[in-house]
């Protein structure tokens, strides 16, 4: 086999055997295929696409690149939720607790933030002493005892996703349905859990810009993951605005434990109930969205899902006091209000540069190498089809570097649309896919 014929038959808008994916993903994790070709090989499946076989084809030749997690040490079902992306999307740290305290078991290995999204990671590590890096035992142990864990990946978990993404990245080949899905799909079944809950982003702040196109990756995740043996529920949520008003690591922490405490009644609340919905429902804990809901919202009321997260942070080594008084999370040291400069409706936000500008402020990486402030970022105070008048505040940034500063908020102005008619709402959830 020559990776020469690959791309010919791609370019030709053929489609690919198991064999030949298979070929490209070994010899491109082993060296033998080097970047420009795989580059090649990446650009005529971005233009030409691949069709559900060859996306599963893409996925499971992705998980045998490297190690997989065996979760067996844990009883009953392990289930998952993956976010495809978003700002202000701080649903797994609301999520996560509410199902533990169901009786859940969710063992999450999650990820850092790149450019405009956030990660879970991240966001964890802003809360002093916290450590996401436990060992497998300890993993195990602390979802058998607590229902939660959230953890960085171990192990060499699919070293062809590593490889590939950091090549995507830079050869602008990230938004490809089958490259995404293969992506998100390999470490979701590489990671060991039986259950998988997706929340496919569409919008301005999301790889996919359609409900068309998101729906399709939604549904090609769906696909892998019952391939695969996984019981797979995707939810195509919005991502035309942040989803919660604090975008940032520990402002988000802040926000997740307001709304663990009963407190922001909004977009993000009912986005994380809702996933936790499916979570309980593809464990076998709840027979319907009204028995899920009602269990949910007792956790919620009774203050057992604020407590899973209090235990979680102490296990990990955090100080979990951060969930009674929040101030104990990193402070910024100014505080900044930008306000409108024109009256009328909020009609349009280009979500991705929202994220942008927290990122400007360091709330994420520009580059791997970046470092992020915990403490920065900023606090949404208006959303989509508010009416403001001029004055109005629309965020508060909170900031400590101000290098960036002039920039970070000349782009959010000019991101936040403010005048025409009044918009339509948009739904937070246009379609479940099962
Ligand atoms: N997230 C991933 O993990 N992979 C992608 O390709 C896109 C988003
Ligand atoms: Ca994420």
Redesign the pocket.
Known sequence: MHITDIILKKRSGEKLSKEEIEYFINGYVDGNIPDYQASALLMTIWFNGMDPQETTDLTLAMVASGDTVDLTGIKGIKVDKHS??GVADTTTLVAAPLVAACGGRVAKMS?RGLGHTGGTLDKLESIPGLSIEQPMEVFQDLVNKIGLSVIGQTGNLVPADKKL?AL?DVTVT?DNMS??AG??MS?KIASGADAIVLDVKTGSGA?MKTVEDSVGLARAMVDIGKLAGRATVALVTDMNQPLGNAVGNALEVQEAIEILRGGHPGDLKTAALALSSWMLRLSGLADSDEDAMLKLNSALESGAALNALRKMIEAQGGDPTVCDDVKKLPQAGRLIEVKAESGGWVSEMDNTEIGISAMLLGAGRQTKADVIDPAVGLWMKKRLGDKVAVGDVIAVFHVNDERNLEESISRFKAAIKIGGGRPEKLPLIYRVVE
Do not use: D, H
């Open positions: 495809t992306g990820g993404y995507r990230v490259l995404i992506s998100i470490k790889f």
